[in-house]
Protein backbone atom coordinates (compact mmCIF):
# COMPACT_ATOMS: atom_id res chain seq x y z
CA UNK A 1 0.00 0.00 0.00
CA UNK A 2 1.48 3.51 -0.53
CA UNK A 3 1.77 5.13 2.54
CA UNK A 4 0.14 8.66 3.19
CA UNK A 5 2.57 11.72 4.67
CA UNK A 6 1.21 14.43 5.23
CA UNK A 7 3.16 18.05 5.20
CA UNK A 8 2.47 21.71 4.11
CA UNK A 9 4.57 24.01 2.11
CA UNK A 10 3.53 26.79 4.92
CA UNK A 11 3.62 24.40 7.99
CA UNK A 12 4.14 26.47 11.30
CA UNK A 13 2.92 30.04 10.22
CA UNK A 14 0.44 32.30 11.85
CA UNK A 15 -0.03 36.02 13.39
CA UNK A 16 2.83 35.23 16.68
CA UNK A 17 5.38 32.55 17.75
CA UNK A 18 2.67 30.88 20.96
CA UNK A 19 -0.20 31.18 18.33
CA UNK A 20 1.89 28.99 15.44
CA UNK A 21 3.41 26.71 17.69
CA UNK A 22 0.18 26.05 19.35
CA UNK A 23 -1.40 25.60 15.73
CA UNK A 24 0.96 23.36 14.35
CA UNK A 25 0.93 21.56 17.33
CA UNK A 26 -2.78 20.51 17.31
CA UNK A 27 -2.28 19.96 13.37
CA UNK A 28 0.50 17.49 13.78
CA UNK A 29 -1.24 15.71 16.69
CA UNK A 30 -4.59 15.29 14.87
CA UNK A 31 -2.72 14.26 11.60
CA UNK A 32 -0.84 11.32 13.87
CA UNK A 33 -4.03 10.64 15.86
CA UNK A 34 -6.15 9.91 12.44
CA UNK A 35 -3.82 7.58 10.86
CA UNK A 36 -1.24 9.57 8.77
CA UNK A 37 2.24 8.32 8.27
CA UNK A 38 4.67 11.28 8.25
CA UNK A 39 4.67 15.75 9.23
CA UNK A 40 6.70 17.75 7.09
CA UNK A 41 7.98 21.34 8.48
CA UNK A 42 9.06 23.61 6.07
CA UNK A 43 12.77 25.63 6.22
CA UNK A 44 11.92 29.42 5.66
CA UNK A 45 12.53 32.77 7.38
CA UNK A 46 10.20 34.43 5.83
CA UNK A 47 6.25 33.50 4.71
CA UNK A 48 5.35 35.45 1.89
CA UNK A 49 2.31 34.17 -0.17
CA UNK A 50 2.17 35.22 -4.06
CA UNK A 51 1.01 39.26 -4.17
CA UNK A 52 0.68 38.88 0.01
CA UNK A 53 2.26 40.24 2.97
CA UNK A 54 5.22 38.50 4.88
CA UNK A 55 3.92 36.27 7.65
CA UNK A 56 5.54 34.87 10.17
CA UNK A 57 7.00 31.52 10.20
CA UNK A 58 8.89 29.69 12.96
CA UNK A 59 12.40 28.20 12.50
CA UNK A 60 11.95 24.36 10.92
CA UNK A 61 14.65 22.45 13.05
CA UNK A 62 13.32 23.85 16.29
CA UNK A 63 9.37 23.06 15.25
CA UNK A 64 10.78 19.26 14.46
CA UNK A 65 12.56 18.45 17.24
CA UNK A 66 9.54 20.00 19.52
CA UNK A 67 7.37 18.12 17.75
CA UNK A 68 9.24 14.69 18.28
CA UNK A 69 9.42 15.20 21.79
CA UNK A 70 5.63 15.51 21.21
CA UNK A 71 4.47 12.55 18.68
CA UNK A 72 4.93 8.87 19.24
CA UNK A 73 4.49 7.21 15.52
CA UNK A 74 5.06 9.33 12.86
CA UNK A 75 7.60 9.93 11.05
CA UNK A 76 9.39 13.76 10.69
CA UNK A 77 11.08 15.29 7.75
CA UNK A 78 11.70 18.63 6.62
CA UNK A 79 10.40 19.68 3.18
CA UNK A 80 13.56 20.56 3.01
CA UNK A 81 15.74 22.06 4.68
CA UNK A 82 18.20 24.55 2.72
CA UNK A 83 21.77 23.32 3.52
CA UNK A 84 22.99 27.25 2.46
CA UNK A 85 21.68 28.21 5.95
CA UNK A 86 23.71 26.07 7.99
CA UNK A 87 27.30 24.55 8.14
CA UNK A 88 27.16 20.85 7.30
CA UNK A 89 28.31 19.49 10.16
CA UNK A 90 26.09 21.49 12.18
CA UNK A 91 22.83 20.20 10.10
CA UNK A 92 23.72 16.45 10.59
CA UNK A 93 24.46 16.90 14.18
CA UNK A 94 20.75 19.29 14.95
CA UNK A 95 19.40 16.23 12.68
CA UNK A 96 21.34 13.46 14.94
CA UNK A 97 19.81 15.06 18.07
CA UNK A 98 16.41 15.05 16.60
CA UNK A 99 16.47 11.74 15.90
CA UNK A 100 17.52 10.51 19.79
CA UNK A 101 14.52 12.36 20.77
CA UNK A 102 12.07 10.96 18.57
CA UNK A 103 13.83 7.73 18.80
CA UNK A 104 14.76 6.72 15.74
CA UNK A 105 11.78 8.71 13.19
CA UNK A 106 13.59 11.23 11.41
CA UNK A 107 14.19 11.63 7.54
CA UNK A 108 16.68 14.48 6.90
CA UNK A 109 15.47 16.45 3.29
CA UNK A 110 17.50 18.98 2.04
CA UNK A 111 17.85 20.97 -0.74
CA UNK A 112 20.09 23.76 -2.43
CA UNK A 113 17.74 26.39 -1.80
CA UNK A 114 15.67 29.17 -4.06
CA UNK A 115 14.56 32.08 -2.32
CA UNK A 116 16.67 35.09 -2.75
CA UNK A 117 14.78 37.47 -0.81
CA UNK A 118 15.79 35.23 2.53
CA UNK A 119 19.14 34.83 1.21
CA UNK A 120 19.39 38.78 1.16
CA UNK A 121 17.69 39.10 4.61
CA UNK A 122 19.55 37.53 6.10
CA UNK A 123 22.78 37.72 4.60
CA UNK A 124 23.66 34.32 2.86
CA UNK A 125 25.78 33.98 0.02
CA UNK A 126 23.54 33.28 -3.33
CA UNK A 127 26.48 32.12 -5.17
CA UNK A 128 27.57 28.61 -6.16
CA UNK A 129 24.19 27.02 -4.53
CA UNK A 130 24.70 23.54 -6.15
CA UNK A 131 28.19 23.93 -5.66
CA UNK A 132 27.60 24.50 -2.00
CA UNK A 133 25.01 21.72 -1.80
CA UNK A 134 27.00 19.06 -3.62
CA UNK A 135 29.99 19.41 -1.25
CA UNK A 136 27.66 19.61 1.94
CA UNK A 137 26.22 16.34 0.93
CA UNK A 138 29.71 14.75 0.70
CA UNK A 139 30.04 15.47 4.88
CA UNK A 140 26.38 15.52 5.94
CA UNK A 141 25.91 12.10 4.20
CA UNK A 142 28.51 10.36 5.75
CA UNK A 143 27.70 11.70 9.26
CA UNK A 144 24.57 10.73 9.60
CA UNK A 145 25.21 6.87 8.89
CA UNK A 146 27.44 6.72 11.23
CA UNK A 147 30.69 7.58 9.23
CA UNK A 148 33.47 9.65 10.80
CA UNK A 149 34.79 12.47 7.56
CA UNK A 150 37.54 14.56 6.74
CA UNK A 151 36.90 16.98 3.84
CA UNK A 152 38.91 19.93 2.21
CA UNK A 153 36.42 21.48 -0.57
CA UNK A 154 36.34 25.37 -1.97
CA UNK A 155 33.31 26.18 0.49
CA UNK A 156 33.62 23.50 3.59
CA UNK A 157 36.34 22.09 5.67
CA UNK A 158 35.92 19.16 8.47
CA UNK A 159 38.62 17.47 9.98
CA UNK A 160 37.44 14.14 11.42
CA UNK A 161 34.25 15.17 12.17
CA UNK A 162 31.90 12.44 13.59
CA UNK A 163 28.16 12.55 15.57
CA UNK A 164 29.03 11.71 19.20
CA UNK A 165 26.45 9.32 19.92
CA UNK A 166 25.95 8.61 16.35
CA UNK A 167 22.99 8.29 15.36
CA UNK A 168 20.66 5.66 15.93
CA UNK A 169 19.32 4.63 13.50
CA UNK A 170 21.17 6.42 10.68
CA UNK A 171 19.40 9.04 9.02
CA UNK A 172 17.90 8.56 5.89
CA UNK A 173 18.66 11.58 3.54
CA UNK A 174 15.88 12.65 0.96
CA UNK A 175 17.08 15.75 -1.73
CA UNK A 176 14.32 17.59 -3.32
CA UNK A 177 15.66 17.50 -7.32
CA UNK A 178 14.62 18.35 -11.28
CA UNK A 179 17.09 20.07 -12.52
CA UNK A 180 19.94 17.08 -14.07
CA UNK A 181 22.76 17.98 -11.71
CA UNK A 182 20.78 17.77 -8.45
CA UNK A 183 19.51 14.49 -10.03
CA UNK A 184 22.36 12.88 -10.56
CA UNK A 185 23.29 14.08 -7.07
CA UNK A 186 20.45 12.70 -5.80
CA UNK A 187 20.98 9.26 -7.62
CA UNK A 188 24.76 9.76 -6.13
CA UNK A 189 23.97 9.86 -2.41
CA UNK A 190 20.40 10.46 -1.51
CA UNK A 191 18.20 7.94 -0.04
CA UNK A 192 14.93 9.33 -1.08
CA UNK A 193 13.93 12.03 -3.67
CA UNK A 194 11.45 14.36 -3.68
CA UNK A 195 9.70 16.25 -6.65
CA UNK A 196 6.73 19.04 -6.37
CA UNK A 197 4.21 20.07 -6.37
CA UNK A 198 1.45 18.58 -8.17
CA UNK A 199 -2.34 18.02 -8.46
CA UNK A 200 -3.25 15.41 -10.55
CA UNK A 201 -0.19 13.61 -12.51
CA UNK A 202 0.85 15.72 -15.32
CA UNK A 203 3.41 15.19 -18.05
CA UNK A 204 6.26 17.21 -16.74
CA UNK A 205 6.05 14.82 -14.00
CA UNK A 206 6.37 12.10 -16.15
CA UNK A 207 9.13 14.19 -17.75
CA UNK A 208 11.00 14.79 -14.41
CA UNK A 209 10.52 10.64 -13.38
CA UNK A 210 12.29 9.72 -16.06
CA UNK A 211 15.35 12.52 -15.76
CA UNK A 212 15.69 10.20 -12.28
CA UNK A 213 15.54 7.13 -14.17
CA UNK A 214 18.82 8.15 -16.46
CA UNK A 215 20.18 9.66 -13.27
CA UNK A 216 20.37 6.69 -11.46
CA UNK A 217 20.73 4.45 -14.84
CA UNK A 218 24.15 6.90 -15.16
CA UNK A 219 25.65 6.56 -11.46
CA UNK A 220 24.68 2.66 -11.95
CA UNK A 221 22.62 2.57 -9.03
CA UNK A 222 19.41 0.40 -8.98
CA UNK A 223 16.20 2.27 -9.37
CA UNK A 224 14.58 0.41 -6.85
CA UNK A 225 17.23 1.44 -4.11
CA UNK A 226 15.69 4.79 -3.89
CA UNK A 227 12.38 6.12 -2.01
CA UNK A 228 10.36 7.98 -4.45
CA UNK A 229 8.14 10.94 -2.90
CA UNK A 230 6.05 13.53 -4.42
CA UNK A 231 4.57 16.86 -3.25
CA UNK A 232 0.29 16.73 -3.88
CA UNK A 233 -1.18 20.45 -3.10
CA UNK A 234 -4.82 19.63 -1.82
CA UNK A 235 -7.37 21.69 -1.44
CA UNK A 236 -10.54 21.63 -0.20
CA UNK A 237 -13.14 21.55 -2.97
CA UNK A 238 -15.36 24.67 -1.77
CA UNK A 239 -12.26 27.02 -1.01
CA UNK A 240 -12.31 29.73 -2.94
CA UNK A 241 -8.79 30.02 -4.86
CA UNK A 242 -7.58 30.74 -8.35
CA UNK A 243 -7.69 27.44 -10.46
CA UNK A 244 -4.25 25.95 -10.48
CA UNK A 245 -3.50 23.17 -12.86
CA UNK A 246 -0.77 22.15 -9.66
CA UNK A 247 -3.40 22.06 -7.41
CA UNK A 248 -5.61 19.15 -6.51
CA UNK A 249 -9.54 20.34 -5.74
CA UNK A 250 -11.74 16.95 -6.16
CA UNK A 251 -13.47 15.08 -4.12
CA UNK A 252 -12.43 12.46 -1.24
CA UNK A 253 -13.59 9.63 -3.63
CA UNK A 254 -11.22 11.25 -6.68
CA UNK A 255 -8.51 11.65 -4.01
CA UNK A 256 -8.27 8.46 -3.09
CA UNK A 257 -7.95 7.77 -7.20
CA UNK A 258 -5.45 10.04 -8.07
CA UNK A 259 -3.46 8.78 -5.34
CA UNK A 260 -3.49 5.45 -6.50
CA UNK A 261 -2.37 7.04 -10.14
CA UNK A 262 0.45 8.00 -8.26
CA UNK A 263 1.18 4.89 -6.81
CA UNK A 264 0.71 3.25 -10.32
CA UNK A 265 3.86 5.61 -11.25
CA UNK A 266 6.20 4.41 -9.10
CA UNK A 267 5.48 7.15 -5.67
CA UNK A 268 6.50 5.53 -2.63
CA UNK A 269 5.02 8.24 -0.60
CA UNK A 270 2.41 11.59 -1.37
CA UNK A 271 3.93 14.32 0.49
CA UNK A 272 0.00 16.33 0.84
CA UNK A 273 0.29 20.38 1.85
CA UNK A 274 -3.39 20.70 2.86
CA UNK A 275 -5.10 24.26 2.15
CA UNK A 276 -6.34 25.41 4.21
CA UNK A 277 -4.56 23.61 7.17
CA UNK A 278 -7.33 22.62 8.93
CA UNK A 279 -7.95 19.58 11.01
CA UNK A 280 -11.29 18.95 8.58
CA UNK A 281 -8.29 18.73 5.69
CA UNK A 282 -6.27 16.19 7.31
CA UNK A 283 -9.82 14.33 7.59
CA UNK A 284 -10.35 14.29 4.26
CA UNK A 285 -7.15 12.81 3.62
CA UNK A 286 -7.69 10.30 6.13
CA UNK A 287 -11.15 9.34 4.57
CA UNK A 288 -9.18 9.18 1.12
CA UNK A 289 -6.62 6.64 2.72
CA UNK A 290 -9.69 4.55 4.18
CA UNK A 291 -11.20 3.97 1.00
CA UNK A 292 -7.70 2.86 -0.79
CA UNK A 293 -7.82 0.23 2.62
CA UNK A 294 -11.35 -1.23 1.17
Same mark, same amino acid.
Given at each position: MLPMAESDSTFGRGASGGQIWSEA *???????? +??? $???IWPCDHFLSEAPGGPVEGILEGWT? *??????? =??? &? @? $?? /? #?? #?? &?SYREPGLLAKMASTAQAVSGGRVVLGVGAGWYDREYQAFGYPIDHRVD?? @??? $? /??? !? %?? !???DSVSFDGRYYTTRDAA? $? %??PAPSIPVLVAAKGSRMLRLTARYADAWNTAWFGTPTDELMRRVGDLDSA? /? +? @???? %?????? =? !?? #? =? !????DQTTEEDPNTFGGSVDELAGTIDAYEKIGFDDIIAGVEPMTERSLDRLGQAMELRRR
Open positions: *LAFARHAE +AIG $LDSV *LSALAAV =TDR &V @E $LG /Q #MV #MC &VRF @EEA $L /QII !V %PL !VRGL $L %PPL /Q +A @EGRD %PHSLRR =T !VG #M =T !VRDP
